[in-house]
Structures are given as C-alpha cells and as structure tokens.
C-alpha cells in the first residue's frame, strides 16, 4: 500500500510561481508512473503531468513549457514546478501513483488570483 501527502499550495498572484511535493509512504523506485492531476472549481479531475521510474515525462497541453514534474527516489518524493501561474490553474491538486491500483493523495489547493 502506498500513502501519499501533499504539500505547497497556496495562494499565487497571476505571472508567479509554487512547488508542490508529493511525500510517498515508501520507496517510490517501484511504483512504475508517478502524476499530479487537478480538480478546479465546477470542473472534473483531470491529468496535469506524470512521470516514469525512467524519467519520461508527460504534460498537459495546457501546462507544457510551464510546469515541470521531477522525482527524487532517494527522498521518495516527486515534485511539481509551476511557472507563469494562471487563474486557470486554481485548483486542488492531487498526487497519483499507479501500480498495483491508482493510489491518491488528499489533495493540496493552488490558487491563482490578485
């Protein structure tokens, strides 16, 4: 089993910049695809970026150039670099781990706003 925990939402002014981290319960060297999804308001989750043991990574159309996902095995964390927020970007942010079944977080609130 795998637990997950996220951290470094916030409130952001539009043009800035947070990072999330997501903590794993365990060693994160074997759960095979590892993502950050996102919940905004009246809207359904949906994929913002993941990535692989081997470090392939895949973005969201509407986030490449802007956020960046990485992980760090030996802290069993992955993290998410967003750049450029946009008010389009509020939203709850949740932690994936697919392996055995999809694993989540609890979800950590970004939002975006002057």
């Known amino acids: 089993q795998v637990q997950l925990v996220e951290s470094g939402g916030g409130l952001v002014q539009p043009g800035g910049s947070l990072r999330l981290s997501c903590a794993a319960s365990g060693s994160i060297f074997r759960i095979p695809a590892m993502g950050w999804y996102r919940q905004g308001p009246g809207k359904q989750r949906e994929l913002v970026a993941t990535i692989t043991t081997g470090g392939s990574t895949n973005y969201a159309d509407s986030v490449k150039g802007r956020f960046t996902i990485s992980r760090d095995g030996a802290k069993n964390t992955v993290y998410l670099q967003m750049n450029s927020l946009k008010p389009d970007d509020t939203a709850v942010y949740y932690c994936?781990?697919?392996?055995?079944?999809?694993?989540w977080g609890k979800g950590t609130l970004v939002t975006v706003s002057s």
């Open positions: 994936n781990a697919a392996w055995t079944m999809d694993y």
